[in-house]
């Protein structure tokens, strides 16, 4: 028992030597003190020959300590092994490399290729010690060869990243391409690979060679496969006309079974705002799905469309074909997006929200599952607010987001409830809620919480009678009605009669917002400008650089001065919520491809 105690421990010990040594000879290797990682390298390989990592961290420190003839005597005495890894072969011709002996440098990287004949399995571990010291050519030669010799070994995602280093793209987009048509890996891995590489513009020689392989590729081997990927490339060209083609091609070829891409395609156009060819793909979605929903779906789609210019004579055009719409599908668990849809338009385009809270309490008396109930509950809740029926909208909201606490639809509850006290003046229970939704799971939630929790409480404090945030909350609500001028009028009093106080900058924001949504630009201009002049050091000051960003990029046609909004924020915001989109803005406006 004694000895079998002493036996253990001696293991023990020895295991703890080993494990610290390794610590520490990597440690002095990444702090650059070669000197100390050597003595420690050298006692490894002593204690553990066969450990390949340690054979060539100790070359490694040679290498950087220039002591090329002890490393070459090291290797040469490695390779004299019947089973000589082959990577011991690159390190050798490496280490002539770094002597400028270039013709014993490729003896020793042909001797590592001819080792894949013995195993085609050494083709990854050769093929990517190439890649290390960048010797891309010979990396191709072993990842080809294993590839030859075994069909099996599939490399071409290392030959496609190889290939793009060298500038070869036409192969390197054949190599990704094999990837997806013989299913190694998914699409959307290939897609993020290839997507750096091409830009919005189709003339890009990248895009053109893509577009030419994809086809080359329909030609020899005719799948739908290259219809898709071909209508991904136009997507990201914004050709939706172009897309539209290649989906119709998939639609007809998969037997007509399902009308989703088409569905997301129109989506996409729509939020791009390409309306023509937007009309074009919902409209052949009702007139060739098979399926009522997806139909309904398209209707509303184009609907939404019709009403992005809200004259009188389309308003009634509007109602007529929502009644149109109810005649045909009725009241049902499967079409409630209409009745939602329907609701919305009574309320907030005709200002008629008596009708629309009939209809979706109707809704709910139908047989419904909790999801789609939460989706009724907050269409009524928001029209209830609407109509200035607090209490009532309270109730619904706080049934949803008690029926679906970790949801994010229950945290837009949450912040319903908290936005509706805001509303109402009750401006402590607001705080409440949103001091809950600051950790929401969904970034936009959590944005707009700190949001007006900030307004709230930084408006609570100057001023006990609240006052001016009472104002504010009136205007809020106003454009939540959709009454924007009167908005405008309650926040000019705000600005006018509280000069100097904190809600002044959100009065600003909240204005200029109105007054763009009003197509007054200069004025929202105005505004902005004036946030990012006397409150730079403002938690809204993003918010303007942004806004005047997009103002300068999309409507005043002045991309220099876009630029200069979105270069604020890349360099003095760098936390903010308009980071990402800002920097991607400012690249693409000086011309970089972007993804």
């Not at 280093?165 to 699409?187: A, D, F, V």
């Not at 005719?222 to 006309?241: A, H, R």
């Not at 705000?494 to 924001?509: F, P, Q, S, T, V």
Request: glycine share 4%; aromatic share 12%; with cysteine.
């Amino acid at each position: 028992m004694r000895f079998l105690l002493f036996f253990i421990s001696s293991i023990f010990v020895q295991t703890f030597s080993y494990s610290q040594e390794d610590f520490l000879a990597k440690q002095y290797f990444t702090d650059g003190e070669f000197e100390k990682a050597v003595v420690f390298y050298e006692k490894l390989v002593e204690k553990n020959p066969r450990r390949t990592d340690y054979s060539e961290g100790l070359v490694a420190c040679y290498q950087q300590l220039e002591r090329y003839g002890d490393a070459e005597i090291f290797l040469l005495q490695k390779i004299k092994d019947t089973y000589a890894f082959p990577t011991f072969f690159i390190e050798l011709g490496y280490n002539y490399t770094l002597q400028d002996q270039a013709e014993k440098a490729t003896t020793y990287y042909d001797q590592a290729i001819q080792k894949i004949d013995e195993n085609p399995n050494y083709g990854y571990s050769v093929g990517y010690r190439f890649q290390k010291y960048a010797l891309l050519d010979y990396a191709i030669k072993a990842y080809t060869k294993a590839m030859a010799l075994k069909p099996d070994l599939n490399y071409d995602f290392q030959l496609a990243r190889i290939y793009g280093e060298q500038g070869n793209i036409e192969r390197m987009y054949q190599s990704y391409l094999n990837l997806i048509w013989e299913g190694r890996t998914s699409r959307s891995n290939v897609l993020r690979n290839i997507d750096d590489f091409i830009s919005e513009d189709p003339s890009n020689p990248n895009n053109v060679m893509l577009r030419k392989v994809l086809l080359k590729n329909a030609q020899q081997n005719p799948d739908v496969l290259w219809n898709e990927l071909l209508s991904w490339l136009f997507v990201q060209q914004k050709q939706y006309n172009s897309a539209f083609s290649q989906e119709k091609a998939i639609f007809k070829r998969t037997g007509e079974t399902s009308v989703d891409r088409l569905e997301n395609l129109g989506q996409i156009a729509l939020e791009d705002n390409d309306l023509d060819n937007a009309i074009s793909i919902f409209q052949y979605v009702v007139e060739n799905s098979a399926d009522p929903g997806n139909r309904l779906n398209a209707e509303l789609s184009l609907i939404d469309i019709e009403l992005k210019d809200p004259t009188e004579k389309v308003l009634n055009q509007v109602e007529k074909k929502f009644q149109d719409l109810v005649t045909t599908y009725g009241n049902q668990s499967r079409t409630l997006q209409l009745q939602i849809a329907y609701a919305n338009f009574l309320t907030f385009k005709r200002e008629r929200p008596e009708p629309a809270i009939t209809m979706l309490k109707e809704s709910l008396e139908l047989p419904l599952g909790r999801v789609i109930t939460a989706y009724i509950k907050l269409a009524l809740g928001d029209i209830l607010v609407y109509d200035q029926k607090f209490n009532q909208a309270l109730i619904y909201f706080t049934q949803v987001q008690k029926s679906l606490k970790n949801d994010v639809l229950g945290q837009n509850a949450r912040f319903k409830v908290a936005q509706t006290s805001f509303y109402k003046g009750d401006f402590d229970w607001a705080l409440t809620q949103l001091k809950v939704l600051r950790s929401s799971t969904s970034q936009l939630i959590a944005n707009d919480a700190m949001q007006l929790s900030l307004l709230i409480s930084d408006n609570s404090l100057e001023d006990s009678t609240q006052t001016a945030l009472k104002k504010y909350a009136k205007a809020d609500l106003l454009a939540y009605q959709n009454k924007n001028k009167e908005a405008i009028a309650e926040l000019e009093d705000i600005l006018e009669n509280h000069k100097g106080e904190k809600i002044e900058d959100e009065a600003l924001l909240r204005q200029a917002q109105l007054l763009e949504a009003q197509k007054d630009y200069e004025g929202a201009r105005f505004n902005y400008q004036k946030i990012v002049e006397f409150y730079a050091e403002g938690i809204l000051a993003d918010d303007a650089h942004f806004a005047l960003g997009e103002l300068y990029r999309n409507v005043l046609n002045e991309p220099e001065k876009a630029k200069a909004h979105y270069e604020k924020i890349i360099y003095k915001y760098q936390d903010s919520y308009y980071f990402p989109q800002a920097r991607k803005n400012f690249r693409m406006l000086r011309g970089d491809a972007i993804n």
